[in-house]
């Protein structure tokens, strides 16, 4: 190889972005290939190496994901070598994630100017890291309950993903596809983005702020508009939860009228879906946070844990500390 070859392939090498995928053991395996699968689909259809990615663990040689399903990694938070991008994939619940070595490399890599992304529950990590002070963020929906409650004064908001300077974070699951091809956008142009989510058959490239979960409409198949308004105001309003009354009232309907739309669309009066909800929103903090449980029961519309623990019984068969214990 010529000298001139030789300065060209070192300036192509330089130019290839590294990533560092850190797999927090029990990460989402569907969140980690929508995030892994467009980098080497911009390297295929570029017909250039453009991103470079190695997998590290916090410990350990390999890295098991919710499934079982294991990624051998190519180094460790100790010995990893310095990325452009650092991409954490976490799932399950990460409350209950605690290794200050961890936090620690986050930190660090702050230092040299590394874009974080969180993926999944990977925002949880940046979180408890204290990276997302001041910058938007967004998380999976089920684990959004418990990050409020650990993290209030962060801005979280309920979109697919959040690009905020030298942070991305992203709800999980096919959304990390979507935000990927933002990124693509931003290292590689609008052509190469689109090329790749083209070959990903994804003919609707979804914008960051478009909302995680379906419509009340679409969840629960029903298409009265007074209806849906009244379930959707339930799902907003849990700690301090409305009246049946109230709810009628903000739907332009009579307390009678609004009863009858329940039963005769969902099969139960207004008071025991809201219970349902309430109780269901309470079960997702009790396995994903730390909370106590009277604690739970107050951010759930409960004015006693007694009441509370006597409603969680009858609805799930056991207790909200047995609930805890089986998780």
């Not at 000298?3 to 053991?25: C, T, Y």
Request: aromatic residues 8%.
């Amino acid at each position: 190889m010529s000298r001139n070859d030789q300065k060209m392939s070192r300036n192509d090498e330089a130019r290839v972005h590294r990533v560092g995928f850190l797999l927090i053991p029990g990460f989402a395996l569907m969140s980690y290939a929508s995030a892994v699968e467009p980098l080497r689909a911009a390297n295929v259809l570029s017909g250039r190496t453009l991103y470079r990615w190695r997998h590290v663990a916090i410990r350990g040689s390999d890295i098991p994901a919710s499934n079982g399903v294991r990624i051998p990694a190519d180094a460790t938070i100790g010995s990893a070598a310095r990325f452009d991008s650092i991409v954490v994939c976490a799932g399950g619940n990460p409350t209950a994630f605690s290794h200050p070595p961890t936090l620690a490399y986050l930190r660090r890599a702050t230092r040299y100017g590394i874009r974080l992304i969180g993926v999944s529950a990977g925002p949880f990590i940046l979180a408890q890291a204290g990276l997302l002070q001041g910058y938007r963020c967004t998380i999976h929906w089920e684990h959004m309950p418990a990050f409020r409650e650990t993290f209030p004064a962060l801005p979280l908001s309920r979109s697919l993903f959040e690009i905020d300077r030298d942070r991305f974070t992203c709800a999980g699951g096919i959304a990390a596809l979507d935000m990927m091809h933002a990124m693509i956008r931003i290292d590689h142009g609008a052509r190469l983005a689109s090329a790749v989510s083209d070959w990903f058959l994804q003919t609707e490239i979804r914008r960051g702020e478009a909302a995680q979960r379906l419509s009340p409409a679409e969840r629960f198949g029903v298409h009265h508009p007074k209806l849906v308004d009244a379930l959707s105001r339930m799902e907003k309003r849990i700690e301090r939860p409305l009246a049946p009354a109230e709810l009628a009232r903000l739907a332009g309907l009579s307390l009678r009228q609004l009863e009858r739309l329940f039963v005769r669309h969902l099969g139960t009066t207004i008071h025991r879906r809201y219970l349902l909800v309430r109780l269901e929103q309470a079960r997702v903090l009790l396995r994903q946070s730390t909370m106590a449980i009277g604690e739970v029961a107050l951010a759930t519309g409960f004015a006693t844990p007694m009441h509370f623990a006597r409603c969680y019984r009858r609805q799930f068969g056991l207790a909200p500390r047995e609930e805890r214990v089986a998780r």
